[in-house]
């Protein structure tokens, strides 16, 4: 999980990351993706969408487990890097 950093949003720490595209249809692709990843698990990420670049933020708000940064959301954040390297293959 490299790459990955700590940060916090509403007072709750998460991990984030900025993926880079060179297109913005990939990038909307991207989105796309982790929104059927977050939907499937009932778990939701901070996604924020520019042109050539979508920033994704995992943690748990509350939870049986508590909040912060569980096992889930480093789980959904190697699944990302993986979404990452499918759709960002070059272009042909």
């Given at each position: ?13 998460h991990i984030e990351k900025t993926f ?44 049986d487990e508590g909040s912060g940064v ?23």
């Open positions: 999980m490299s790459e990955w950093i700590s940060c916090q949003y509403d007072n709750i720490d880079v595209f060179k297109k913005y249809s990939r990038a909307l692709a991207f989105c796309n993706a982790i929104a059927c990843l977050a939907e499937a698990h009932i778990h939701h990420p901070r996604i924020v969408i520019e042109w050539g670049r979508v920033s994704v933020a995992w943690g748990t708000h509350q939870s569980l096992a889930i959301d480093k789980a959904l954040a190697q699944r990302c890097d993986a979404l990452y390297e499918q759709l960002n293959l070059p272009l042909s």
